[in-house]
């Protein structure tokens, strides 16, 4: 998509629930981060036309306006929340861009907010009149026997697809190594006396054998914890970024496609593929990729299936060696394929994929 530029990419630390962020309400995590990356781009708040942010476990109340309002951003600005689960924080980008290219907007903060800590419980009424009934997650089909819990899902994707339990903790013990080594800290705002990701720690074969079963090969070392955290990158027009002194990134396209409801760790794979065929790219002319690894599984799925090359996958580690807040997770790879491509140049892909048999992609290039 043309015209349409990233100048600035920002997150918080993740922490995972009950850790360091847990009591911040969402505005609190958004905030600092919104703030500083109009402050980084060389904006000014009253130059902000939207602010778009993925948000799953919030039981509505429109976030977005609410982090707007914390930051100082005029009235103006509405604010839009989006829950499309795992997807919402790259998805923001995609409706941001769409309304720059469109001419309706010059400069959008898009990302993502969760606060896994803070959710609501959530409560069903019953329409006997008896007591409500509690319940943790909505459905994500029509269909009770074609909507798994996630890790039943990832499972039944490690079976079909014949991926080990070994293949899953491989993954995860290189994802901690790589998150290790990475210097984050210039994307990064520190929050509540975080500095660094929390969860990232120096995993071994030895420990991820150890972790705790939660469905067959699926452990708690190779499945994402959940976690709280926030990310923006701002969207700007070329005439907006033509007057910056950085002007950023290109942004270069980005969908989000359905794919099997009871395989979503495989929707990634269509959204990728349709998203290189539109920029008139193949996989191997990416130099980096930041794909969600809410399971090992599903990243390990996901990469071969979409033919990338393993070696420029997460080269800061992933969602294993981080943890996973859920509506903050494609904005939170978005930043780090900023900063990723900041550093190596090329093209390069961030992807994710939801409850529901979802997958968004998007590319973006240093040019």
Known sequence: MSGVRIVSALRTPVAPRGGALAGLQLHEL??????????AAGLEACQVDEVILGNALGAGGNPA?????????????????????????????????????????????AGGVESYSRRPL????????GPPMAYDRPPFTPWPERDP???????????????????????AVDSHRKALAADM????????GLQTDA???ALTPRLAARAPRLCGTITAANAAVAADGAAFCLLVSERVAAELPDTGLAYRGGLTLGGRVDRPGLAPVAAIRKVLERADMDAGALSVAE??????????????????????????????ARGHPVGASGAINAVRLFHELRQRGGTGLAT????GGLGTAVLMSVS
């Open 30 to 39: 958004g905030a600092p981060v919104l703030c500083r990356v109009i402050e």
């Open 65 to 109: 306006r609410m982090v707007a309002l914390a930051a100082g951003l005029p009235d103006q600005v509405a604010g839009l929340t989006l829950d499309r689960q795992c997807c919402g924080g790259l998805d923001a980008l995609v409706i941001g861009a769409a309304l720059i290219a469109s001419g309706k907007a010059e400069v959008v903060a």
């Open 122 to 129: 959530r409560l069903r009424t019953d329409p006997e009149g």
């Open 149 to 171: 819990e996630m890790d039943d899902a990832a499972e039944a994707l490690s079976a079909e697809l014949g991926i080990s339990r070994a293949a899953q903790d491989a993954w």
């Open 185 to 192: 800290t210039p994307e990064i705002v520190p929050l509540g």
């Open 199 to 201: 969860f990232t720690r």
């Open 291 to 320: 794909v969600m690894e809410a399971y090992a599984v599903q990243a390990i799925a996901c990469v071969n299936g979409a033919g990338l090359n393993p070696l420029i996958v997460n080269p800061g580690g992933g969602g294993l």
């Open 352 to 355: 994710i994929a939801a409850a």
